[in-house]
């Protein structure tokens, strides 16, 4: 995939979340770099730009993982906690996507929905090089020790995302609704 050139209607349609990545990481951090650089063209009411990038680094990603084996072994148990740890621990890339808060709701739900647009992009423009992502809102993400760790304040910023990054292990397969059920022609 990642030698073949698509255009957008492909790179749109082919695009999966991908769970499990090859253990092998992106060899150059540019690629991301450009790939975040070129998501901030998402529409953003008034130009807001509302959104902030993390890159996780390795001492980031352990704690996390280790927040989420903790949090799973409360409630899913042992055993599960630790499936995933060595899952999560394997994932080669971690990006954090953030939106500024606002205490007016309407400019806060628009900066929120720009922020999504933001994510979209980024995982197109990484697809188009060969790199599969995954967006979580697992409850890690949510919880104030998650903040702390990735340095966000919780009051200036809400976390959108824990976007995952990396050469797919497989590409999932999937079919979409056709058309007549998703769009009403109104007079």
């Not at 991301?32 to 009411?45: L, S, V």
């Not at 906690?81 to 899952?87: G, L, S």
């Not at 992009?121 to 890690?140: A, E, F, Q, R, Y």
Request: neutral net charge; glycine residues 6%; charged residues 25%.
């Amino acid at each position: 995939m990642a030698n073949k050139k698509m255009g957008l209607d492909e790179i749109i349609k082919s695009r999966r979340t991908i769970h499990d990545f090859i253990s092998e990481q992106v060899p150059d951090i540019s690629v991301i770099k450009t790939a975040i650089a070129t998501a901030c063209w998402a529409p953003n009411h008034h130009l807001t730009e509302p959104w902030n990038f993390y890159s996780l680094g390795k001492e980031t990603v352990n704690s996390v993982c280790e927040l989420n084996r903790t949090m799973l072994m409360e409630t899913k148990g042992k055993e599960a906690a630790e499936r995933k740890y060595k899952r999560w621990m394997g994932i080669p890339g971690w990006l954090v996507v953030t939106c500024q808060r606002s205490n007016d709701e309407l400019l806060f739900q628009e900066n929120y929905a720009a922020c999504c647009c933001v994510i979209q992009n980024l995982m197109l423009g990484l697809w188009d090089k060969g790199i599969g992502t995954k967006w979580s809102t697992g409850p890690v993400t949510r919880e104030d020790q998650f903040y702390d760790l990735v340095w966000v304040n919780k009051e200036l910023e809400k976390i959108v995302g824990l976007i995952w990054y990396g050469y797919p292990a497989e590409i999932p397969q999937t079919i979409r609704k056709p058309l007549q059920q998703v769009l009403t022609e109104l007079p």
